[in-house]
T-cell receptor
Framework: RKEVEQDPGPFNVPEGATVAFNCTYS??????FFWYRQDCRKEPKLLMS???SGNEDGRFTAQLNRASQYISLLIRDSKLSDSATYLC????????????FGKGTRLSVIA | DAMVIQNPRYQVTQFGKPVTLSCSQT?????MYWYQQKSSQAPKLLFH???????NEADTPDNFQSRRPNTSFCFLDIRSPGLGDAAMYLC???????????????FGPGTRLTVL
């Protein structure tokens, strides 16, 4: 089983739609979780951290389910500018353990 | 603005000709990383430095080396580039490795390497 798995998509949704991505991770000791956004031919940029209690930032909501070992990202009222690849990132906070990236889920928001 | 800078943004080299990519940061972060990213794939960690402590990933080829002469700069040396090394090379930094929120990574714009 891969360390971090995501549905690669693409998810093609109309403007204004709500879309959700899931990401599963294999290491039950994982403690830090992030969603990064990567535009075509650009670098990844932090979208939001994912906390145990869940967190919301405007139209974006992230949730963590430790029991099932997955995190989710919900985007409400999709905009054309939300079109990008969304990378799920997980780390175990011990020793020299950098972040582990998923392959990303590609989202296309269509007018 | 504090940032992660990579030079050059585009690099063309010949098969087997050594090439060096550079990264600098003004964030004063302890950790610097080098990733390789190929089309439609996740960034693949090559190695990272925690301060001066070098950590190589087990599957990073010997062809890839790195130097960190000071806190601000880190270099990626590809000793004998092959066609399969053509990719985007991303440098990233984080304040720390393990403390929550301190391990958020900030990426530079990347260097796109072409091997002829």
């Amino acid at each position: 089983r891969k360390e971090v798995e995501q549905d690669p998509g693409p998810f093609n949704v109309p403007e204004g739609a709500t879309v959700a991505f899931n990401c599963t991770y294999s290491n039950s000791a994982s403690q830090s979780f992030f969603w990064y956004r990567q535009d075509c031919r650009k670098e990844p940029k932090l979208l939001m951290s994912v906390y145990s209690s869940g967190n919301e930032d405007g139209r974006f909501t992230a949730q963590l389910n430790r029991a099932s070992q997955y995190i989710s990202l919900l985007i409400r009222d999709s905009k054309l500018s939300d079109s990008a690849t969304y990378l799920c990132v997980v780390t175990v906070n011990s020793g020299n353990t950098p972040l582990v990236f998923g392959k990303g889920t590609r989202l296309s928001v269509i007018a | 603005d504090a940032m992660v800078i990579q030079n050059p943004r585009y690099q063309v080299t010949q098969f087997g000709k050594p090439v060096t990519l550079s990264c600098s940061q003004t964030l004063n972060h302890n950790v610097m990383y080098w990733y390789q990213q190929k089309s439609s794939q996740a960034p693949k960690l090559l190695f990272h430095y925690y301060d001066k402590d070098f950590n190589n990933e087990a599957d990073t080829p010997d062809n890839f080396q790195s130097r960190r002469p000071n806190t601000s700069f880190c270099f990626l040396d590809i000793r004998s580039p092959g066609l399969g090394d053509a990719a985007m090379y991303l440098c990233a930094t984080s304040r720390d490795l393990t403390y929550r929120n301190y391990n958020e990574q900030f990426f530079g714009p990347g260097t796109r390497l072409t091997v002829l």
